[in-house]
C-alpha cells in the first residue's frame, strides 16, 4: 500500500501544476500592468487634451481682451460722433445766424434804398425849396454812395463766410458719414467676432464636459475591472494557498514513503543476502547429500559384489 501511495503520487507532478499556474499568474499580473501603463496612456491623453483646452481658453481670454479694446475704441469713436454731433449742430445754428445776418444784409439794403430814395427825395425837396446849393448836394451823394460801399464790403464779407461755414459743415459731414460708416463696419466685425467667441467657447464647454465625462466613466470601468482582477487574483492566491498547504502534505508524504521504502529496499537487500548465503549453505548441502549418496551407492555395489 506504501508503494502504490508512492507511485500514485508521484504521478500527479505536484511542482509541474505549481509551475503552470505560477506562469498563469505571471501573465495575468503583466496583462494588469498592461492595463495599467494603457490607463497611464488614458491619462497622459486627458491631459495634453486637457492643455489643449486651457490653451483654448487663454486664447479665448485674450480674444475677450482684444475685444474689450475694439469695445472701448467703439466707444471713442461714438463719442467723436458725439462731439462731431455737437459741431454739427453749433454749425447748423452758425448757418441760422449766418441766415439771420442774411436776412439783416437784406433789410440793410432796403433801408439804404429807402434811405437812398428818402435822401434825393429830401435833396430835390431842399432844392426845390430851399435852392440848396449844387456843392451840399454832391456831397451828400458822396456820402450815401460811402455808406453804400461799406453795405457792399459787409455783404462780401459775409458771403466769405457763408462759404467757409458751408465748406466746413460739408467737410465735417463727410467725416460724420465716414465715421458712421466705419463704425457700422467694426460693429458688424465686432458682432462677428462675439458670435465666434461665443460658438468657440460653447464648443470648448461641450469638449471640456465630454472629456471629463469620458475619462471619469473609463476610470470608475477600470477601478470596476482592476477590482474584479484582483478578486480574481485574491481567490486564485487563496486557492493555490490551499493547493500548497496539500502539496505540502502530500509533500510530507512521500518523504515517508520514501523514507519506509529506502528502509523496505535495505530490508530487501538483506533478505537477498540472506537467499544468496542460503543458497550457498544448499549447494552445498546438496554436494554433501550428493558426495553421500556416492558413498552410499558404492557401499551397496561393493555389498553386491562381495555377496557374488
Do not use: W
Amino acid at each position: 500500500m506504501i508503494v502504490d501511495d508512492y507511485t500514485d503520487s508521484k504521478d500527479i507532478k505536484p511542482d509541474k501544476i505549481l509551475i503552470e499556474e505560477n506562469i498563469v499568474l505571471r501573465n495575468k499580473y503583466n496583462q494588469i500592468l498592461n492595463e495599467i501603463k494603457m490607463l497611464k496612456s488614458k491619462t497622459k491623453d486627458y491631459n495634453l487634451q486637457k492643455d489643449k483646452l486651457d490653451n483654448l481658453e487663454k486664447k479665448n481670454k485674450k480674444l475677450e481682451t482684444e475685444n474689450d479694446k475694439k469695445n472701448l475704441e467703439i466707444t471713442k469713436l461714438q463719442n467723436i460722433n458725439k462731439k462731431l454731433k455737437n459741431d454739427y449742430d453749433l454749425l447748423e445754428k452758425s448757418t441760422n445766424s449766418n441766415n439771420h445776418l442774411s436776412d439783416d444784409k437784406s433789410s440793410l439794403i432796403k433801408d439804404s434804398k429807402t434811405i437812398q430814395n428818402v435822401n434825393l427825395q429830401n435833396a430835390n425837396k431842399k432844392i426845390k425849396t430851399d435852392h440848396i446849393s449844387n456843392d451840399n448836394v454832391a456831397n451828400q451823394d458822396f456820402s450815401l454812395a460811402l455808406d453804400f460801399e461799406k453795405i457792399k464790403q459787409q455783404n462780401t464779407k459775409l458771403e466769405t463766410s457763408n462759404t467757409h461755414l458751408s465748406n466746413l459743415y460739408k467737410n465735417l459731414l463727410k467725416t460724420y458719414n465716414s465715421t458712421a460708416d466705419e463704425n457700422k463696419k467694426l460693429l458688424a466685425q465686432n458682432n462677428s467676432h462675439n458670435i465666434k467667441l461665443n460658438a468657440i467657447a460653447n464648443e470648448n464647454t461641450y469638449l471640456i464636459n465630454e472629456i471629463k465625462a469620458k475619462h471619469e466613466k473609463e476610470m470608475t470601468d477600470l477601478k470596476t475591472i482592476m477590482i474584479n482582477k484582483c478578486d480574481l487574483v485574491n481567490d486564485k492566491n487563496s486557492k493555490l494557498e490551499e493547493q500548497i498547504k496539500e502539496l505540502t502534505i502530500e509533500n510530507k508524504l512521500i518523504k515517508k514513503n520514501n523514507s519506509d521504502n529506502e528502509h523496505l529496499v535495505n530490508e530487501n537487500k538483506t533478505l537477498v543476502d540472506e537467499n544468496k548465503r542460503l543458497g550457498i549453505i544448499n549447494k552445498d548441502l546438496e554436494n554433501t547429500i550428493k558426495m553421500f549418496r556416492n558413498k552410499r551407492d558404492f557401499k551397496q555395489k561393493h555389498k553386491k559384489t562381495s555377496k557374488e
